[in-house]
């Protein structure tokens, strides 16, 4: 079945430091994948769209230099989340789009910001 | 843009029982996924069905396109059946962008 994996899947940083989360489509390749974050006790809230080899595509409201993604080939997208802050804290969560139209989704990483 | 709703909003089911979850959506879709987020957060896609029914195990879902609703129907419940289960659509003309339903926790006792 397809496969989507996330790295790291929990991270602990400091206010101000940047972090890096990648998205891998492990046995498909993806044209398109998405980024999501949730809220404890809350649905997922798509934050971007991000298309191989093209700027992303951000959500109303979400800051696109402050959550830069980069989609640098066919199975990997990168989120990283700019000089974070405690209320950056939460969990990220990644899709890709199988060749047939479902969406898989990788594991989450849970991001704290001390 | 397509609303989704789901209910119950929570359920509690003793083990062994069965239990149906309903999802609504607003307009006309392409396509409907259903997903099971365990306690450690992983999605896990459960159905993929814009119309008719499939089966799979002890899970079945129905989505009648035409009156814009789809039923997830858990059989013989079990306590590794407790998570958030949500229902997604998309329509072509907003890309491939799903959007989530608020979700119904189900927590299964034994």
């Known amino acids: 079945g397809a496969v989507v994996s996330q790295h790291p899947s929990r991270v602990i940083c400091k206010s101000g430091t940047s972090v890096k989360i990648e998205c891998r489509s492990l046995?498909?390749?993806?044209?398109?994948m998405f980024w999501y974050r949730q809220f404890p006790k809350q649905s997922l809230m798509l934050m971007a769209t991000?298309?191989?080899?093209?700027?992303?595509?951000?959500e109303q409201g979400v800051e696109k230099d402050k959550f830069l993604i980069n989609h640098a080939s066919l199975t990997l997208s990168t989120l990283t989340v700019t000089s974070a802050h405690p209320e950056d804290s939460s969990f990220y969560i990644c899709?890709?789009?199988?060749?047939?139209?479902?969406?898989?989704f990788g594991p989450g990483t849970r991001l704290t910001v001390l | 843009g397509i609303q989704v709703e789901q209910s119950p909003p929570d359920l509690i089911l003793q083990e062994g029982a069965n239990s149906t979850l309903r999802c609504n959506f607003s307009?006309?879709?392409?396509?409907l996924q259903w997903f099971h987020q365990n306690p450690w957060g992983q999605l896990i896609n459960l159905f993929y069905?814009?119309?008719g029914t499939k089966q799979n195990g002890r899970l079945s879902a129905t989505t009648v396109a035409t009156e814009r609703y789809s039923l997830l129907y858990i059989s013989s419940s079990q306590t590794t059946d407790s998570g958030v289960y949500f229902c997604?659509?998309?329509?072509?003309?907003?890309?491939?962008?799903?959007?989530f339903g608020a979700g119904t926790i189900l927590r299964v006792k034994s």
């Open positions: 997604a659509v998309f329509r072509m003309e907003y890309g491939n962008k799903l959007v």
């Open positions: 991000s298309n191989e080899g093209s700027k992303a595509t951000y």
């Open positions: 899709s890709a789009t199988h060749s047939g139209g479902e969406q898989f």
């Open positions: 307009d006309s879709v392409n396509n």
């Open positions: 069905i814009p119309s």
């Open positions: 046995d498909f390749q993806a044209t398109t």
